[in-house]
Nanobody, 117 residues
C-alpha cells in the first residue's frame, strides 16, 4: 500500500504562486505515474498534471505554461509549482499515484488552494 500526504495549500492572491508537495510512504513501486488532480466546488475532479517514471510530463490545457510538476525519486515525492494563479484555480488539489503493473491507484486526502483577493 501507498499513503500520500499533500501539503502547501492555502490562500493566495491572483497572480501569486504556490507550491504543493506530496510525500509518499509505504511500498515503492516502479514504474509508477504520479499526478495532481483538482476538484472545484460543484465540479468533477480533473487531472491537472502527470509525471511518468520516464520523466514525461503532461498538463491540462488550462494550466500549461503556469504549472510545473516535478518529482524526487529519492524522497518518493512529487511537487506542483503553480504560478500566475487565477481565481478559477481555486479547488481542492489531490495527489495521485498509479501503479500500472498491478493496476493499483492511490489518492491523498487533498489540500485546499484558494485564489482570491
Amino acid at each position: 500500500q501507498v499513503e500520500l500526504v499533500e501539503s502547501g495549500g492555502g490562500l493566495v492572491q491572483p497572480g501569486g504562486s504556490l507550491t504543493l508537495s506530496c510525500a509518499a510512504s509505504g511500498n515503492i513501486f516502479s514504474p509508477r505515474a504520479m499526478a495532481w488532480y483538482r476538484q472545484a466546488p460543484g465540479k468533477q475532479r480533473t487531472e491537472v498534471a502527470k509525471l511518468f517514471s520516464e520523466g514525461i510530463t503532461t498538463y491540462a490545457d488550462s494550466v500549461k505554461g503556469r504549472f510545473t510538476i516535478t518529482g524526487d525519486n529519492a524522497k518518493n515525492a512529487v511537487y506542483l509549482q503553480m504560478n500566475s494563479l487565477k481565481p478559477e484555480d481555486t479547488a481542492v488539489y489531490y495527489c495521485y499515484q498509479y501503479i500500472p503493473r498491478y493496476g493499483m491507484a492511490f489518492w491523498g486526502a487533498g489540500t485546499l488552494v484558494t485564489v482570491s483577493s
